[in-house]
């Protein structure tokens, strides 16, 4: 039997710097739309919890938390370092997930805010047990990549989610998830989900009208401008393509191990420094084989040529 990893220690927790620092794959086009329809929420007074099924290593829970008010609750369920419940899922866990560890969320995201979400150290599949029917407008689903597991995500979803709630899937097309991809077009082709819109990695759904959203969202991101949009119809559906890759990013959540100015002038002077020594080593090691190899032709050149290669070289330093 093998032996448990021992605990990591405090001194081994991450302390991220940024938000960037963070692990995950959150790229900019999702934190510009994660960012676009919650504040949209709020502005439209859509209430509700938040709830995020599987979490990672903390990234997008860190940014989800910056939108939850004070009588809503942000629930993130994962299994982190619980037995996988089938077989399958183990493998996943194992090949995908091995650093994986509550603790290292945990760290993380205190980095960022004051107190934990509502942690769920379980399967998704308990979801119904522990989110209340209708009582969530945003819900992340990115747990397991398995089609026979994000089938009942997706119907789990819109069991919490409220009429004007949103679904995001991730990794609903990537080469090396195409139970996500069944999983997300058979939500939309029999089971009433009904896209907004798709990044590069997430879809963006809801069982509500998406039409007035997606509308809105069009003009919004033409009108901030360095942003690659696209309509298509898709299965008789509306569909908005987006790519933000270059877009200005909405603020992020500040961590509180940021360097302060004096600190960061300090890496800043040092990294001139190493950069500088780094090029200067650089040409004397560029130098030293040419001088040497000088010295090694003027040895074994007859002495007629040898004195006069001297002679030249001396009018040169004359002229």
């Excluded at 370092?81 to 945990?106: C, I, K």
């Excluded at 949103?166 to 896209?195: I, M």
């Amino acid at each position: 039997m093998t032996a448990a990893a021992p605990a990591p220690t405090a001194e081994e927790l991450p302390a991220p710097e940024s938000f960037h620092d963070v692990p995950g794959w959150f790229y900019n086009t999702d934190v510009v739309l994660f960012d676009w329809f919650l504040r949209r929420q709020e502005q439209q007074d859509v209430r509700g919890d938040l709830l995020e099924m599987g979490a990672y290593m903390g990234k997008s829970a860190i940014l989800l938390r910056g939108y939850v008010r004070d009588d809503e609750t942000f629930t993130v369920c994962d299994l982190f370092d619980s037995d996988a419940p089938d077989e399958h899922n183990e493998r996943e866990m194992s090949g995908s997930y091995a650093t994986l560890t509550r603790r290292s969320f945990e760290a993380n995201f205190l980095s960022f805010h004051d107190e934990l979400p509502r942690i769920v150290q379980a399967p998704t599949s308990v979801v119904p047990d522990e989110v209340k029917a209708d009582s969530c407008r945003f819900v992340h689903v990115d747990a397991s990549h398995l089609y026979e597991h994000v089938r009942p995500d997706i119907a789990n979803a819109r069991q919490v989610l409220s009429e004007r709630g949103l679904v995001v899937l991730d990794d609903y097309r990537s080469t090396h998830t195409p139970g996500v991809a069944c999983a997300t077009w058979q939500a939309v082709l029999e089971g009433g989900l009904k896209p907004i819109c798709v990044s590069g990695n997430k879809f963006y759904g809801t069982w509500g009208d998406p039409r007035q959203l997606q509308d809105d969202l069009h003009a919004e991101l033409k009108k901030r401008g360095k942003f690659w949009l696209q309509w298509q119809d898709v299965a008789g559906h509306r569909m908005l393509l987006v790519g933000g890759r270059k877009a200005v990013p909405p603020e992020v959540p500040v961590s509180r191990h940021r360097p302060t100015p004096e600190q960061e002038k300090a890496r800043k002077e040092a990294a001139r420094t190493a950069a500088a020594e780094k090029a200067a080593a650089k040409a004397a090691a560029a130098r030293t084989p040419r001088a040497r190899l000088r010295k090694v032709a003027l040895d074994v050149l007859p002495p007629v040529v040898t004195r006069a290669v001297v002679r030249a070289r001396k009018r040169g330093r004359r002229s």
